[in-house]
């Protein structure tokens, strides 16, 4: 038996798309252990899959704090790791890959750096689809790829039957209306618009909800919705992913609780703007669909409305 190490920090959208390559590495290493590099706010989620043996935190801080530095590399070099699949490709996981395997090849470190075709550069290779990269990375590696271009967030899932009761959901279509500060430009701002669309055709059958993260919970009085909160504080992603899982519509900005809608298979809408494509995040699935424009002012709430599928 060997150690397996997997590196995603993540964002929450990053983790939900990076589950099906965590599962292919996990079946084409069954009799290893998989050990999972991650941050804080994705520590205890990864505990609860069940495909992984241990979760390391990486608190991430700075490269000069040598003290820090030393005691992770120390806990890492320690599981004389066979291989290490590196799914974050960001500067300092190729920095932490300096350190432990300097001269590795895709044999010992996958990274979307060491399995880079020989007929493209990475800025070119970067512009494909996430998980079609993921899948390129993984089958370089050897690894046979049945889940990567599927993933299933299912097992994050917990019963909210008690937040159900608490609120009286029977069937509802939840909202995800905020975005972090700086993320301004991925905000749709006709939400209010819509859930006066939604109440007009539907009334009592359909309840509308937003489930706001932390720092959101002040915004939720601008947003004509029920809010869903635990105790007065957020769900925690287990919950907020059991309230997606059994809503009949969602739909979202571009940030993470979209992304795990799509990879819970439920039925949904995501607004893109130009900042980025829903190509390019591989967010489009069966049930889950995207609206792409230019400009998300001018993106009216009847055209939504009309996408809406219960």
Known sequence: MSNILII???????????????????????????????????????????????????????????????????????????????????????????????????????????TLPSNISKEEFDKDPVLNRFDHQLKTSGIKTEHTMKPNFNWTVTNIDKIKQEFNLDKYIVLFPFCSTHLAHKKWPHYNELIELIKNKYGDQIKVVVAPGPSEIDDTKNINAVSILDKGEALDIPQLAGLIKESSFVIANDTGPSHISAHLGVKGLTLFGKHTTAFKVSIERENFKAIQVDDLEKLSASKVFEKILI
């Open 8 to 114: 995603k920090h993540g964002s929450l959208g990053d983790i939900a798309q990076a589950c099906g390559a965590i599962q292919d590495i996990s079946e084409n290493h069954p009799e290893d252990q998989i050990h999972i590099l991650t941050t804080k706010p994705y520590f205890e989620l990864f505990r609860k899959n069940p495909i992984v043996h241990n979760v390391i935190l990486d608190n991430r801080k700075s490269r000069f704090n040598l003290i820090y530095l030393y005691l992770l590399m120390r806990t890492l070099k320690k599981l004389n790791l066979k291989k290490v699949y590196d799914l974050q490709n960001s500067s300092r996981t190729k920095f932490y890959k300096n350190i432990l395997f300097p001269k590795a090849n895709f044999n010992t470190w996958s990274s979307s750096e060491t």
